[in-house]
């Protein structure tokens, strides 16, 4: 009983909670070099041949570039909406306001398919053609909460004192906003760039309602799953943009801090 007294459990949890999270992807990369078409061990040998195969499958890359392509899109627009958004429910009262971000918040709380078959059935009634299009406006709307929640943490521990100094020595509304107001969130923005991007990359239910025929690539690697000589490609494909993830988010990182310093070196709400 002491012994088990003295353990520090906390480490002890994050430890196993980490493995727990973090062990399956790192077998990625491994089973990906494997020459057997089954992802178990023990490993028959190590090939690059999934690699080549994957680049020869133009299918796959078609579909890897529309979720990209869908990703930049709803991350940039989700982001300037939310941008917009956020600056009035924090700047401003009026009329309306909490049903309002009540409304905007309204898809984090409903399920993801309820909302995707909702906005099939009005894009058809509507008579809109299911397509990439159709994909991009759908992921607005299940994004821009989450871009609105990073947003309104950011403006809400602004200084607002900054805006008001600027507006004293003659610049304009426009210009504090784009001088004063956006470095000094650049950290939240980059943040909500990075939450919208991930989410639209990775969202399936969707994307499956409103492709129709473009698909994207979660809606690809579902259909490639029925069958077991396609799961190689898949884990390749899955390692490489393991591999692009990990260097965006250290970017990304290296960005935001490099922001936080320089607003601290103007003089910012926390230096």
Not at 161 to 186: H, I, N, Q, W
Request: glycine share 6%; aromatic share 10%.
């Amino acid at each position: 009983m002491r012994l088990l007294s003295r353990i520090r459990w906390l480490p002890v949890y994050l430890g196993a909670f980490m493995v727990f999270l973090y062990f399956p992807i790192l077998l990625l990369p491994l089973f990906s070099f494997n020459t057997g078409v089954v992802a178990a061990f023990p490993l028959k040998g190590f090939t690059t041949r999934w690699y080549v195969q994957l680049f020869d499958n133009q299918v796959m890359l078609g579909a890897a570039w529309n979720s990209l392509m869908v990703g930049l899109a709803v991350s940039i627009t989700s982001t300037v909406l939310a941008i917009c958004a956020a600056r009035a429910i924090t700047r401003y009262k009026f009329p309306g306001q909490k049903p309002a971000t009540g409304l905007i918040m309204a898809p984090l709380f409903l399920p993801e398919i309820i909302v995707a078959v909702s906005m099939l059935l009005v894009l058809l009634q509507i008579g809109i053609q299911l397509s990439l299009l159709t994909v991009i406006l759908g992921q607005i709307v299940f994004c821009l909460p989450y871009s609105m929640s990073v947003l309104i943490a950011g403006f809400e521990g602004f200084d607002r004192s900054l805006e008001e100094a600027s507006l004293d020595l003659g610049e304009t509304a426009m210009g504090t906003f784009r001088r004063v107001t956006l470095p000094v969130v650049a950290p939240a923005i980059l943040s909500s760039l990075l939450v919208s991007f991930t989410i639209s990359l990775d969202e399936f239910l969707l994307a499956f309602f409103l492709s129709g025929t473009e698909t994207t690539l979660p809606v690809y690697i579902w259909g490639q799953l029925r069958f077991a000589a396609k799961l190689p490609e898949v884990l390749a494909l899955g390692s490489l943009m393991m591999t692009a993830s990990v260097i965006l988010l250290t970017v990304a990182e290296i960005v935001r801090r490099r922001a936080e310093k320089r607003v601290m070196a103007r003089g910012g709400p926390n230096a």
